[in-house]
């Protein structure tokens, strides 16, 4: 038996009127995602369990069948294992954002998705300038890591820290920063940095030359996500299979890695609007002939809610039905038993442009699955089969045995 879980990264949205009272994914030409619901079992899933902010790291923590009360320990951590990063004990790991501030305003939380060459000149300056305090780790594009270490600041301070209340970026574009600066006992420690760090990129190179081009200045960086390093148990000892994950973002290798899959790189996955669908696909069915499971994740549907673009995000659906969940779930139908589940890690509404607590859809197909009269892929249609998932990390498992277990 072969598995793959397709993940859409923030598909599940609202009824917007420029679609005539559709969502994205009603809107969306997606024969296959239909043809997984119709023929398969489908309903909603709470990925985002209460008392957590509505994040890819809980959202796709839970899908990969990982109960986050029990094993989630901040988002930077998993991020940093992906990148080489040993965090110690005595270590901090914060997501490190390189953004654009405008008249005190979030312009931009991705700085104008910069380039990962161009953050490394930044990532490289600012460990010049702030090597005395954290040490900072270069990602991809606008994503990147800062490490606090206890010998360096002191136990006291980096519990502080590690206890700051810290905003994601991505949930206040368009917002004065003001009241979303860092809170807490370590909130002055953190603005010391993200202070610092303005400084020296007022008149960056890199800052100066995006200024002239016209492109989102690169003049700040934003900390969040802090947490210790992770302790979970290998996906082998929960499921007994052995697998890979595939995605252009450090976060989600980042869980696979510590979940002892093994993590694929393909050439030309960008993690935005441009990234390799179809290699993603290719990559996919090539593992699968020598691992039992496969996790594809798909970050463009969740770049263009933050950004408001409904018309990008109805097409970024599309790209990733035809080109990821046609290819796989065709082929796989013809290599023997298998099943194939389709869904989201949370909502990123067009209206919001941010991530809300809202029920996601789901549907898996293939051998010794019944349908459960589903109509299509969306939001309405799942949730008028009355099936409900309260427990998000409980769909690896009804992948696994084929029916939703009460």
Same mark, same amino acid.
């Given at each position: 038996?072969?598995?793959?879980?397709?993940?859409g990264d923030g598909m599940a949205?609202? &009824?917007?009127?420029?679609?005539?009272?559709?969502?994205?994914?009603?809107?969306?030409?997606?024969?296959?995602?239909?043809?997984?619901?119709?023929?398969?079992?489908?309903?909603?899933?709470?990925?985002? &369990?209460?008392?957590?902010?509505?994040?890819?790291?809980? #959202?796709?923590?839970?899908?990969?069948?990982?109960?986050?009360?029990?094993? $989630?320990?901040?988002? %930077? &951590?998993?991020?940093?294992?992906?990148?080489?990063?040993?965090?110690?004990?005595?270590?901090?790991?914060?997501?490190?954002?390189?953004?654009?501030?405008?008249? #005190?305003?979030?312009?931009?939380?991705?700085?104008?998705?910069?380039?990962?060459?161009?953050?490394?000149?930044?990532?490289?300056?600012?460990?010049?300038?702030?090597?005395?305090?954290?040490? $900072?780790?270069?990602?991809?594009?606008?994503?990147?890591?800062?490490?606090?270490?206890?010998?360096?600041?002191?136990?006291?301070?980096?519990?502080?820290?590690?206890?700051?209340?810290?905003?994601?970026?991505?949930?206040?574009?368009?917002?004065?920063?003001?009241?979303?600066?860092?809170?807490?006992?370590?909130?002055?420690?953190?603005?010391?940095?993200?202070?610092?760090?303005?400084?020296?990129?007022?008149?960056?190179?890199?800052?100066?030359?995006?200024? %002239?081009?016209?492109?989102?200045?690169?003049?700040?960086?934003?900390?969040?996500?802090?947490?210790?390093?992770?302790?979970?148990? %290998? $996906?082998?000892?929960?499921?007994?299979?052995?697998?890979?994950?595939?995605?252009?973002?450090?976060?989600?290798?980042?869980?696979?890695?510590?979940?002892?899959?093994?993590?694929?790189?393909?050439?030309?996955?960008t993690g935005y609007f441009d990234?390799?669908?179809?290699?993603?696909?290719?990559?996919? !069915?090539?593992?699968?002939?020598?691992?039992? $499971?496969?996790?594809?994740?798909?970050?463009?549907?969740?770049?263009?809610?933050?950004?408001?673009?409904?018309?990008?995000?109805?097409?970024?659906?599309?790209?990733?039905?035809? !080109?990821?969940?046609?290819?796989?779930?065709?082929?796989?139908?013809?290599? #023997?038993?298998?099943?194939?589940?389709?869904?989201?890690?949370?909502?990123? &509404?067009?209206?919001?442009?941010?991530?809300?607590?809202?029920?996601?859809?789901?549907?898996?197909? #293939?051998?010794?699955?019944?349908?459960?009269?589903?109509?299509?892929?969306?939001?309405?249609?799942?949730?008028?089969?009355?099936?409900?998932?309260?427990?998000?990390?409980?769909?690896?498992?009804?992948?696994?045995?084929?029916?939703? !277990?009460?």
């Amino acid at each position: 038996m072969k598995y793959a879980l397709l993940v859409g990264d923030g598909m599940a949205d609202y &009824p917007v009127p420029e679609l005539d009272g559709r969502t994205p994914l009603q809107a969306a030409e997606i024969p296959f995602m239909d043809e997984i619901a119709r023929t398969g079992c489908s309903g909603l899933a709470r990925t985002i &369990p209460d008392g957590f902010a509505p994040g890819s790291d809980i #959202g796709n923590l839970s899908l990969l069948g990982y109960d986050p009360v029990r094993h $989630f320990t901040g988002r %930077a &951590p998993l991020e940093a294992v992906n990148l080489g990063i040993s965090l110690g004990p005595d270590d901090v790991a914060f997501r490190c954002n390189i953004v654009t501030i405008s008249d #005190g305003t979030m312009a931009d939380f991705s700085a104008g998705h910069v380039s990962t060459s161009e953050a490394t000149q930044i990532i490289d300056s600012l460990n010049e300038t702030m090597g005395d305090i954290l040490t $900072f780790h270069t990602g991809t594009s606008y994503r990147h890591v800062a490490v606090f270490n206890a010998k360096v600041i002191g136990s006291e301070r980096l519990t502080a820290i590690e206890n700051a209340q810290c905003t994601p970026p991505h949930d206040i574009t368009g917002e004065p920063i003001a009241s979303h600066l860092p809170k807490g006992v370590g909130a002055e420690l953190l603005m010391e940095v993200m202070d610092r760090a303005a400084t020296v990129l007022a008149h960056h190179p890199v800052t100066n030359q995006r200024r %002239a081009a016209d492109k989102h200045a690169t003049n700040g960086i934003w900390l969040w996500g802090q947490g210790r390093v992770p302790r979970m148990p %290998a $996906f082998r000892e929960l499921y007994g299979l052995h697998g890979a994950v595939i995605s252009a973002v450090d976060l989600v290798k980042g869980i696979g890695k510590c979940a002892g899959l093994e993590t694929i790189i393909v050439p030309g996955a960008t993690g935005y609007f441009d990234t390799n669908y179809f290699g993603k696909a290719q990559y996919a !069915l090539d593992t699968l002939k020598t691992n039992d $499971f496969v996790y594809v994740h798909v970050e463009s549907p969740d770049e263009a809610g933050h950004e408001g673009l409904i018309e990008e995000k109805v097409r970024c659906i599309e790209q990733f039905d035809k !080109l990821v969940v046609g290819p796989i779930y065709s082929e796989l139908q013809k290599r #023997g038993d298998f099943r194939v589940m389709t869904t989201c890690d949370h909502a990123t &509404p067009i209206v919001r442009r941010t991530h809300t607590m809202d029920m996601v859809p789901f549907a898996f197909a #293939g051998t010794g699955t019944s349908p459960n009269g589903a109509v299509a892929f969306s939001e309405s249609a799942a949730d008028d089969t009355g099936c409900i998932v309260n427990e998000g990390y409980k769909l690896m498992s009804a992948l696994i045995n084929g029916t939703v !277990l009460s």
